[in-house]
């Protein structure tokens, strides 16, 4: 090899090795944020290598970032977005840790890589965001129980590898999305074997096309909702079906007819709907365990052929479903019965338990029934129920089936053949009879295949198989308790049971420890007994005892030497220049994190870090400026937060936007957004002056922009009036401004919220764009399209989006053509229930005088007769409201035409004066 390909080969050597150190430095930075935002971070969580063992709750391959396992540490505070720096994470889990709130960053959609998304028991939120549905790799997706809000993203349904979706515990609302050739839905999840989505708001019908006989679902639970409508009878096509959960809705109509093709079922809960019709056909279903059709509307019929069919049947309960006649003997003799409860009904004659009854059976409830008699009952032993029958107002030995009795099952792990020993006040004693703190939570079984709580073996075998699985995967477990003291939550039927699991070989568990534990009971890994127990979740308690690894200290000595020595090797081998830029930038990198995360660290106000020529102000320095922000000062008040007026030393004004809680951003979207920000300089945008970002605030100044918006203006609150010439010019400025963001800006701008409270009008009335602060870049690799958090406004907002989820420039130059009709007209877009747009494309004509369009135009412009100027503005505002965005103009040819039609009103469009009137206007 010449020298010249060995040199060669040394620079691609190198290069990569540069490429992948700036990827790791990026994964460091991206996990530095999250300790300065976060509180109770693991404290080995030092150094500048998270992937050099000393990071605990960190997993990494190729000394990148692949996993976060933090369950259960008591972590408290937003996710930042910076999240997304983590482009080879796979698992990230963040379980039971109830101090996690705020929203999910859109920015997770861009965690490409990621398998396992589990964020359960947390108080996450918000809506979920729709970006979740580019995590085109993810098998697990559990949000449950958690404060998410607002309808299911129907882009889940673009997760075409997702195995588990579980959505259970939350506020959402809205129908269950569905495909419609455009946007995606559910019904696309045909890989999936996991629908759990009770417990929310839910509403509307289920969609037939739901379900088709493609899907290997296996638990269907949409419990606890406002579901109405049918049942499809496509869910009969779903083959593998094993557990369906559909209880305490308000569906209504007949059970579908082809119900008893679901062969794998093994629990069924129908219960408390509204469903009428013939008793469901459950005739061949012999996996049926459990059946809960109670509280429905049902035709009155006999007892159904099928009672005595169902071989593997534990639990029948049918309370309250108009069933008459007579028990069958046959019932009580099905081998693995445990309970039936019929009461509410009108079953009559006589009662037969019969000397052949399952020695399983525990509990028969026929309450408020019609039974005169019973024969048998010497050969039964369990609990029978029969008050308000009949029978009890015979004299005989009846009384204990005739009056009520409380059962309250309970259960608490026996100790071991063990001495036991006193423990400290904080520690408990494990069945092994040693001191520790245990890892503890409630385990919620939803499907139970049994209903004799009081059958201590079944607990056993719990046990056992939480001990086998925490061996299996080698997890530091000495043993488990289990306790149940009334464990039936009355609606929905859910077992509670509390666990207790204790350290092996110590008092405490390290953080590894209980993060292993937590992910392996939120992710499913554990699997109970399926015969017994069916799907649960797992909500933890908050483990505060956890121990700090030994070796983290001195590991990140070790780190930083290593670290040190590496960058000392690669400066060498490029001769102290390509690496050392790559060095230099990640330091910088860094620095700007610990700025955007805990800026001002002295206290000392004044200095101010300058990012594209915009100042930093600390807290104090805005404090003074706008009296501790008092009530006073406040001027307006957004999504994004509320904004104070301020005044500097020198007696300048400024506008100051702070931010809330809810709407924050992480330290490097932040940043980023204050240098793109920062770029962006046009007399018609309103100017960013400065920004701070400590202690927990994110707050932006601005100019301050002396005769409020155009909206205040053309309502009359603001007293200013704006004639027609004005007019004019306001929509001249604003329609530049716009199409600076859209052309100039680097990169461009979609503002995507353009309306009259945007636009700002200064001490000579010219016209400047605001809020395009958290607006989107346009990303060119997708072309001009930007999939983004809909930001707009009803009525301004671009109709295709409700079609495609998709903002472009167009949309801005719709909102653009509102504000037009707005500026013509005074009124708002949507008006006593009545669109402007569509009000004005069904009035106007052109063959009469002023469109026809004299009773929307605003008196205030002073229009004597009809202007020339005013149809082509009225035709320009048409052309931008078209309902598809390739029919409307792009926002530089609006400002053409807008200058056109001033020139034809006999203004010059650069003309600075403001203060000319409807005199100067052309008449046709």
């Known amino acids: 090899m010449d020298q010249r390909s060995q040199l060669f080969l040394l620079l691609v050597f190198i290069i990569f090795s540069a490429i992948a150190a700036e990827k790791e430095n990026q994964d460091y930075v991206a996990l530095l944020s999250l300790k300065n935002i976060w509180q109770n971070t693991p404290p080995s969580w030092v150094g500048p290598d998270p992937c050099g063992k000393g990071w605990e709750g960190i997993g990494c391959t190729n000394s990148r970032v692949t996993s976060i396992m933090l369950s259960s540490i008591g972590l408290t505070g937003p996710l930042s977005g910076d999240v997304e720096l983590l482009s080879e994470l796979q698992i990230l889990d963040l379980s039971y840790n109830k101090g996690l709130t705020g929203p999910i960053p859109r920015s997770i959609g861009n965690l490409k890589k990621l398998l396992n998304l589990i964020l359960v028991g947390c108080s996450f939120s918000g809506p979920i965001p729709d970006t979740i549905g580019s995590l085109q790799q993810l098998l697990y997706l559990s949000l449950n129980y958690n404060h998410f809000s607002g309808q299911i993203p129907p882009s889940i349904g673009n997760l075409s590898s997702l195995l588990w979706l579980d959505l259970t515990g939350n506020q959402l609302n809205g129908p269950i999305p569905i495909s419609d050739g455009i946007t995606p839905g559910l019904d696309m999840l045909l890989n999936a074997r996991h629908f759990h989505l009770g417990q929310n708001h839910l509403s509307g019908t289920v969609?037939?096309?739901?379900?088709?006989?493609?899907?290997?679902?296996?638990?269907?639970?949409?419990?606890?909702?406002?579901?109405?409508?049918?049942?499809?009878?496509?869910?009969?096509?779903?083959?593998?079906?094993?557990?369906?959960?559909?209880?305490?809705?308000?569906?209504?109509?007949?059970?579908?007819?082809?119900?008893?093709?679901?062969?794998?079922?093994?629990?069924?809960?129908?219960?408390?709907?509204?469903?009428?019709?013939?008793?469901?056909?459950?005739?061949?279903?012999?996996?049926?365990?459990?059946?809960?059709?109670?509280?429905?509307?049902?035709?009155?019929?006999?007892?159904?052929p099928?009672?005595?069919?169902?071989?593997?049947?534990?639990?029948?309960?049918?309370?309250?479903?108009?069933?008459?006649?007579?028990?069958?003997?046959?019932?009580?003799?099905?081998?693995?019965?445990?309970?039936?409860?019929?009461?509410?009904?009108?079953?009559?004659?006589?009662?037969?338990?019969?000397?052949?009854?399952?020695?399983?059976?525990?509990?028969?409830?026929?309450?408020?029934?019609?039974?005169?008699?019973?024969?048998?009952?010497?050969?039964?032993?369990?609990?029978?129920?029969?008050?308000?029958?009949?029978?009890?107002?015979?004299?005989?030995?009846?009384?204990?089936?005739c009056t009520v009795s409380l059962s309250n099952a309970s259960y608490s792990t026996q100790k071991a053949d063990c001495k036991p020993v006193p423990c400290s006040s904080d520690q408990i004693s494990s069945p092994n009879c040693r001191c520790a703190y245990p890892y503890t939570g409630t385990l919620?079984?939803?499907?139970?295949?049994?209903?004799?709580?009081?059958?201590?073996?079944?607990?056993?075998?719990?046990?056992?198989?939480?001990?086998?699985?925490?061996?299996?995967?080698?997890?530091?477990?000495?043993?488990?308790?289990?306790?149940?003291?009334?464990?039936?939550?009355?609606s929905s039927k859910y077992l509670e049971v509390k666990l207790k699991v204790f350290p092996y070989g110590q008092v405490s568990f390290n953080l590894t420890g209980i993060s292993s534990i937590g992910f392996m009971l939120s992710n499913q890994t554990f699997k109970p007994p399926p015969q017994l127990f069916g799907p649960f979740y797992f909500i933890s308690d908050k483990y505060e005892k956890y121990t700090e690894s030994k070796k983290s200290s001195?590991?990140?000595?070790?780190?930083?030497v290593v670290v040190g020595g590496s960058i000392l090797l690669l400066v060498i081998l490029l001769a102290g220049v390509y690496v050392l830029h790559i060095k230099k930038r990640a330091e910088r990198a860094i620095e700007h994190t610990s700025h955007f995360s805990q800026l001002d660290q002295s206290g000392k106000g004044g200095s101010v870090i300058k990012v594209k020529g915009v100042g930093w102000f600390s807290l104090k320095e805005l404090e003074k400026y706008t009296n501790h922000f008092s009530v006073a000062n406040e001027i307006g008040s957004g999504g994004y937060g509320k904004?104070?007026?301020?005044?500097?030393?020198?007696?300048?004004?400024?506008?100051?936007?702070?931010?809330?809680?809810?709407?924050?951003?992480?330290?490097?979207?932040?940043?980023?957004?204050?240098?793109?920000?920062?770029?962006?300089?046009?007399?018609?945008?309103?100017?960013?002056?400065?920004?701070?970002?400590?202690?927990?605030?994110?707050?932006?100044?601005?100019?301050?922009?002396?005769?409020?918006?155009?909206?205040?203006?053309?309502?009359?609150?603001?007293?200013?009036?704006?004639?027609?010439?004005?007019?004019?010019?306001?929509a001249l400025g604003a329609a530049r401004g716009l199409a600076y963001l859209h052309e100039f800006a680097n990169p461009p701008i979609i503002h995507r919220?353009?309306?009259?409270?945007?636009?700002?009008?200064?001490?000579?009335?010219?016209?400047?764009?605001?809020?395009?602060?958290?607006?989107?870049?346009?990303?060119?690799?997708?072309?001009?399209?930007?999939?983004?958090?809909?930001?707009?406004?009803?009525?301004?907002?671009?109709?295709?989006?409700?079609?495609?989820?998709?903002?472009?420039?167009?949309?801005?130059?719709?909102?653009?053509?509102?504000?037009?009709?707005?500026?013509?007209?005074?009124?708002?877009?949507?008006?006593?229930?009545?669109?402007?747009?569509?009000?004005?494309?069904?009035?106007?004509?052109?063959?009469?005088?002023?469109?026809?369009?004299?009773?929307?135009?605003?008196?205030?412009?002073?229009?004597?007769?009809?202007?020339?100027?005013?149809?082509?503005?009225?035709?320009?505002?048409?052309?931008?409201?078209?309902?598809?965005?390739?029919?409307?103009?792009?926002?530089?040819?609006?400002?053409?035409?807008?200058?056109?039609?001033?020139?034809?009103?006999?203004v010059i469009p650069d003309a600075n004066s403001t203060s000319t009137s409807a005199s100067n206007e052309e008449t046709s």
Request: net charge negative.
């Open 207 to 304: 969609s037939p096309r739901l379900f088709s006989s493609k899907m290997t679902l296996i638990h269907v639970l949409l419990d606890g909702n406002q579901l109405t409508g049918s049942i499809p009878s496509t869910l009969g096509l779903v083959q593998a079906l094993e557990v369906l959960r559909i209880d305490r809705n308000a569906l209504s109509g007949p059970v579908p007819s082809n119900f008893n093709n679901l062969t794998n079922l093994n629990h069924m809960f129908l219960s408390n709907n509204k469903l009428t019709g013939p008793l469901p056909n459950l005739t061949g279903m012999n996996l049926l365990s459990y059946v809960d059709i109670s509280n429905n509307t049902f035709d009155g019929s006999d007892v159904p």
């Open 306 to 401: 099928w009672f005595p069919t169902l071989q593997s049947l534990t639990t029948l309960i049918m309370e309250n479903t108009t069933l008459q006649g007579q028990i069958p003997v046959a019932l009580f003799s099905l081998p693995q019965l445990q309970t039936v409860v019929l009461k509410k009904n009108q079953l009559n004659g006589s009662l037969v338990i019969g000397t052949t009854h399952s020695n399983q059976l525990k509990l028969i409830d026929l309450q408020f029934n019609f039974i005169y008699h019973l024969d048998g009952k010497e050969a039964y032993n369990g609990t029978l129920k029969l008050e308000d029958n009949p029978i009890c107002g015979v004299t005989g030995n009846l009384s204990s089936y």
């Open 444 to 490: 919620f079984f939803q499907t139970l295949s049994f209903s004799d709580l009081g059958n201590n073996t079944y607990y056993n075998i719990l046990e056992k198989s939480l001990m086998d699985s925490f061996h299996t995967h080698q997890l530091p477990v000495d043993s488990v308790s289990l306790t149940l003291s009334n464990p039936i939550t009355a």
């Open 554 to 560: 001195r590991r990140s000595i070790v780190i930083e």
């Open 643 to 730: 904004v104070y007026l301020g005044s500097l030393p020198t007696g300048q004004l400024i506008a100051i936007k702070r931010a809330k809680k809810e709407s924050m951003q992480g330290g490097l979207e932040f940043k980023t957004e204050i240098e793109l920000l920062s770029r962006v300089h046009h007399k018609n945008l309103v100017r960013l002056m400065g920004f701070c970002f400590e202690k927990g605030e994110q707050i932006l100044v601005y100019e301050y922009v002396s005769n409020g918006s155009l909206k205040d203006s053309l309502s009359g609150k603001s007293g200013i009036m704006l004639d027609w010439m004005r007019r004019l010019r306001v």
């Open 753 to 906: 919220d353009i309306k009259s409270n945007n636009i700002l009008l200064d001490e000579s009335l010219n016209a400047k764009v605001s809020d395009f602060g958290l607006s989107k870049p346009i990303d060119d690799s997708e072309g001009s399209d930007v999939l983004t958090q809909v930001k707009g406004t009803m009525g301004y907002m671009d109709p295709e989006y409700y079609m495609t989820h998709k903002l472009t420039e167009k949309s801005d130059v719709y909102s653009f053509g509102v504000l037009m009709l707005e500026l013509l007209t005074a009124r708002k877009p949507i008006q006593h229930g009545k669109y402007i747009v569509r009000e004005v494309q069904e009035t106007m004509d052109e063959t009469k005088d002023s469109y026809n369009l004299h009773e929307f135009l605003d008196p205030a412009i002073g229009l004597g007769t009809t202007l020339k100027s005013l149809k082509k503005f009225v035709d320009l505002a048409m052309r931008c409201v078209k309902e598809t965005g390739s029919d409307r103009p792009m926002m530089v040819e609006v400002v053409k035409e807008i200058e056109n039609i001033m020139e034809l009103a006999g």
